[in-house]
């Protein structure tokens, strides 16, 4: 029997997206290089092979607007096979059937809670369009307990007795390295392996089918698409994409690079080079102090603040660094989130908080003092925790978040069980307007150390921002902080904030020197 061939991938990464065996494959990479196609292609591969109704999909977008293009695709492919498939458009349907069984949905979820909406179901195929637009991993991983399949070959053979594989389980994404969730997709995707290397990951599960334990590998990798593999572009196209004035965002988009910073509030003025300084030890006439952005299932973060005054410190090398006084350098963190996870908090008690938060000051004071025990696991510190201990003198209390001075019924707020423990801090200016004049004034204090190269002395004239090199938590977070759509000139609130909350009412704090006075646990 002779087959007409409806659709074929094109050479290069297309082609090895829809041979690839992975449980996760992220398809990323420029715009043009047919990733929306692989996508549909790759859950449409599997039907009317025999799996009938077990072979059940959903792509995900996070908003019903997005999915008009990729529903328009798929109308353009799936009726070429001419097989007697079905589109259901009601707003309630939004669906593919085919007269064997098979069914893909198209969903719209970001949140958390949108995941309630699937639970319990069975989708071995699950698909996200632009990954990138989830704000984070939580529904993304949420989903992955979807991803299953009541399918026993042996209980449906085919009418020759010949028997199926296994049903295959996979998630597959599509994006460009562009948006809202660039940074925890680059961690999970693009950090831990170059493109094209498969990530496994190797765990010993109960296997309930053969009833004993046995070793699982799950599978994970990315694909890198290029336009140039595309021969069906329009050159045009091609220069429109290369006109584009935000050089992050071309750079997304003409070179796939994750490399950029996305959409960022303060990318134009970030430069790591000049931002990010070599520790030295703070003067005494300098004011130290923290600020505290509370958290207990989302991440607190704890930050130590140097500010100049105008006098001169001095390197390890013997130069002098005099940046104008009012200028705030970061000196040390403590952000409670798991080394290896992304916006997820620590559940530790305020009270323990407090402990670490004490401790941390007398070690930056050079007081040789025992950890708490209620701040370790395992003997390790929870938390990311980078400070240099012996910086400086004396700590002062700086702001925190007005709500831990809110009080319940017949209970301690969270600022009087901190302060059981000797550690106090100051309501943080959260006026309205704050959050825009403090990302301003963050703006104009990056900018600063920009215009002092252009100056003869090279020494910023206004009060500059700087970060000691050690602050690795805080650099990787903010400079890549995206801007709020509705409010460009603020931060866009349901990302990764909590260090720019902190950073935020510190730079809106005009603390008053207090001579002597040290934070110290009673």
Not at 210 to 236: C, M, W
Not at 487 to 514: A, C, F, M
């Amino acid at each position: 029997m002779n087959y007409k061939a409806v659709w074929k991938p094109l050479p290069g990464s297309q082609s090895l997206a829809l041979s690839c065996p992975c449980n996760e494959i992220l398809f990323e990479g420029t715009r043009g290089p047919g990733k929306t196609a692989a996508q549909l292609a790759r859950f449409r591969r599997n039907v009317g092979v025999g799996y009938g109704s077990f072979w059940r999909g959903v792509i995900f977008d996070t908003e019903y607007k997005n999915l008009a293009d990729i529903i328009t695709q798929s109308k353009r492919m799936f009726r070429l096979f001419n097989d007697g498939a079905r589109y259901l458009s009601s707003a309630s349907e939004l669906r593919w059937v085919w007269p064997t069984g098979e069914e893909l949905l198209f969903r719209f979820g970001k949140e958390a809670d949108d995941y309630w909406d699937f639970h319990g179901q069975e989708f071995p195929f699950i698909g996200f369009n632009e990954l990138t637009k989830q704000q984070s991993p939580e529904f993304y991983e949420m989903m992955f307990s979807c991803r299953r399949s009541s399918f026993r070959p042996e209980n449906y053979p085919l009418e020759s007795g010949k028997l199926l594989k296994p049903i295959p389980l996979e998630t597959f994404s599509t994006t460009n390295p562009f948006g809202i969730g660039h940074t925890w997709v680059k961690k999970r995707f693009i950090e831990p392996a170059p493109r094209g290397t498969v990530q496994r990951d190797r765990q010993m599960v109960f296997n309930p089918q053969t009833e004993r334990e046995e070793e699982i590998t799950l599978t994970r990798v990315a694909i890198h698409g290029s336009f140039k593999e595309n021969p069906y572009l329009d050159p045009q196209y091609i220069a429109t994409l290369m006109a584009i004035k935000d050089p992050n965002r071309r750079k997304a988009w003409v070179e796939g690079s994750w490399d950029v910073t996305s959409g960022g509030r303060f990318d134009h003025l970030w430069n790591e080079a000049l931002h990010v300084i070599k520790p030295f030890r703070i003067p005494d006439s300098w004011t130290v102090d923290r600020s505290h952005d509370w958290g207990e299932s989302k991440p607190f973060s704890n930050l130590w603040w140097a500010q100049a005054d105008g006098t001169a410190a001095e390197l390890p090398d013997g130069r002098q660094f005099c940046p104008p006084a009012g200028s705030i350098i970061l000196i040390g963190e403590w952000y409670g989130c798991p080394p290896d996870e992304l916006n997820k908090g620590l559940n530790m008690s305020s009270t323990n908080v407090a402990k670490g938060v004490a401790w941390i000051d007398k070690r930056l004071v050079g007081e040789e003092v025992d950890e708490p025990e209620e701040i370790r696991i395992d003997g390790v510190t929870q938390g990311q925790l980078h400070i240099m201990p012996g910086v400086c003198s004396e700590v002062i209390p700086g702001p925190a978040d007005g709500a831990i001075f809110n009080t319940g019924d017949n209970e301690l707020s969270i600022a009087q069980k901190m302060e059981a423990q000797g550690v106090t801090w100051l309501p943080a200016d959260k006026k309205p307007g704050s959050r825009i004049n403090g990302a301003s004034l963050f703006a104009d204090m990056l900018e600063a150390v920009i215009e002092g190269l252009r100056l003869e002395s090279g020494v910023p004239e206004k009060p500059a921002f700087y970060v000691f090199d050690y602050c690795r938590g805080w650099i990787s977070r903010i400079p890549v902080l995206v801007r709020d759509d509705k409010n460009p000139d603020d931060v866009d609130t349901q990302q990764e904030d909590h260090d720019w909350d902190g950073t935020r009412y510190r730079v809106l704090h005009s603390p008053q020197k207090i001579t002597g006075m040290l934070v110290r646990s009673r």
